[in-house]
């Protein structure tokens, strides 16, 4: 099955006539045109209104396009090859009754009455190079919510909850600023959207330069049970516009290290505004999770070979496509790699691992310029083994044992911790062992880690750990 999911590339043949056969040669660009008609698609796009006992539309119906952390759904609704490393430039039309706004990916350019003044026009263009995949827009009955502090930042709401969503999107220019600084680069869109919508398949969906997000996440002033986490989905949206939506991985199986780069870089924004409890806490389930799914299932490998059969015996799926892939698989991947991201990061060191980071940006910045050079835009994209022959160039470290251990394998380390306090020699004694055989899929781990010991104040201690 993934042999031939692989050799797919689409479902859609067109023959080329005999007559462009000489402007091939001549390597020069072939536009072609394609009208498609969609009707009732079951994927793809959420439609939600209801109707009065008089057959009246309701006013705060609306539709917007959706996918899940796994599967693109663009090609549900628009024939394209929705790969992540496919990229292209966009020019978006959508027409609408004249009581509708809609909101796409891209620069609002221009917006036109129909000669009748019953719909109108909005023209969109995105002049970045995106991959289809990253292509979203949403149609409704929303009101128009700009940041004061920071006119690129728009957010859109429903009926009777404009107040709700003012309250709760006021603090996301604090977001942009903290990424900004911590990345060195300039949010790459001209402008950043937030829809809010019923309904919703997944509380966060990015696309490029938008964002389309539940209204469940939505608080009132007087609450203060979800301000935290609300907060910290707003900032998971604005982090994977840098990577996954900016930053593109080069195939299915590099898709772990846009989402691992968007949630280590959210960490540290939980780390910044709620502090380093909080931020552990944090961590902390994602550790759990991992661990448990392991324990129970199986090993996750973040970065499986295309050639590699052992991680498919050992599922009852396979993990090395998007559509054999299981949703809960994938999600526990994107944990897991936001925890190797971590481990990465405390390894290299924090200044040499964000000037990776930024190497990747400014790469991607600088040929993201190059408009009518389509072929560079594959430095856009970043795959597992490109990230860390980068990793190499700039910082001069190889960490072979690490991408053996981590990412081209799977299973966990198993601690089994004792400690003591002696009050004759009056310090902390501490036994750390490794078990491989309590677990099937807990692994020796080989390598130094920090204890933090905590008494009237606390400190660190590098702790290294041996085979034995």
């Not at 309904?199 to 009132?220: P, R």
């Not at 552990?280 to 994602?286: A, E, G, N, Q, T």
């Not at 306090?421 to 009056?426: C, D, L, M, Q, Y």
Request: net charge neutral; proline share 3%.
């Amino acid at each position: 099955m993934y042999d031939v999911l692989e050799d797919s590339e689409g479902e859609l043949l067109i023959n080329v006539p005999e007559s462009c056969y000489d402007n091939m040669d001549e390597q020069m660009v072939v536009k072609v045109g394609i009208d498609v008609r969609v009707i009732k698609p079951k994927q793809g796009i959420q439609f939600v209104g209801y109707f009065s006992r008089d057959g009246i539309l309701e006013k705060g119906a609306h539709m917007y396009t959706f996918r899940s952390n796994v599967l693109s759904s663009t090609r549900q609704w628009l024939p394209s090859l929705d790969a992540p490393d496919q990229l292209c430039l966009w020019r978006i039309e959508i027409t609408v009754d004249a009581a509708f706004i809609a909101i796409a990916s891209g620069e609002l350019i221009d917006t036109v009455y129909t000669e009748d003044m019953h719909s109108k026009v909005y023209h969109y263009q995105l002049l970045l190079p995106t991959s289809a995949v990253n292509v979203g827009f949403a149609v409704g009955h929303f009101t128009p919510i700009v940041q004061p502090d920071m006119s690129e930042i728009t957010s859109f709401a429903l009926p009777s909850l404009m107040a709700l969503v003012k309250h709760t999107a006021s603090t996301v220019d604090r977001v942009f600023e903290f990424f900004e600084e911590l990345l060195s680069c300039r949010f790459p869109y001209s402008s950043y959207k937030q829809v809010f919508v019923d309904q919703a398949a997944e509380t966060v969906i990015s696309f490029s330069g938008m964002a389309i997000l539940s209204v469940n996440i939505l608080y009132h002033k007087k609450i203060l049970d979800t301000v935290q986490e609300t907060r910290q989905l707003l900032a998971l949206a604005v982090a994977q516009q840098f990577f996954g939506c900016f930053v593109n991985a080069a195939h299915w199986l590099d898709t772990w290290l846009m989402r691992s780069l968007a949630s280590f870089i959210t960490g540290l924004f939980i780390e910044r505004y709620f502090g380093t409890s909080e931020y552990l806490f944090r961590i902390r389930k994602v550790l759990n999770s991992v661990c448990d799914y392991e324990s129970r299932w199986g090993q996750v490998v973040l970065r499986p070979l295309k050639s590699d059969c052992k991680v498919k015996q050992e599922l009852h799926f396979d993990a090395r496509n998007s559509f054999t892939c299981s949703p809960l698989y994938a999600e526990i991947l994107f944990k897991k790699g936001h925890f190797v991201v971590r481990m990465l990061a405390k390894r290299l060191g924090k200044e040499p691992f964000f000037q990776v980071v930024q190497k990747i940006l400014s790469v991607s910045m600088q040929f993201s310029q190059q408009q009518k050079e389509p072929i560079n835009w594959q430095h856009m994209t970043v795959s597992t083994e490109s990230f860390f022959r980068t990793v190499s160039n700039v910082t001069g470290q190889e960490l072979p044992t690490f991408l053996e251990q981590w990412i081209y394998g799977g299973g966990h380390a198993n601690f089994q911790i004792q400690y003591a306090f002696n009050r004759k020699r009056n310090m902390i004694e501490l036994e750390n062992k490794t078990r491989s055989d309590s677990e099937q899929w807990s692994t020796k781990l080989c390598g130094s880690s920090d204890c933090s010991c905590s008494r009237i104040g606390w400190f660190v201690h590098a702790h290294h750990t041996n085979r034995q």
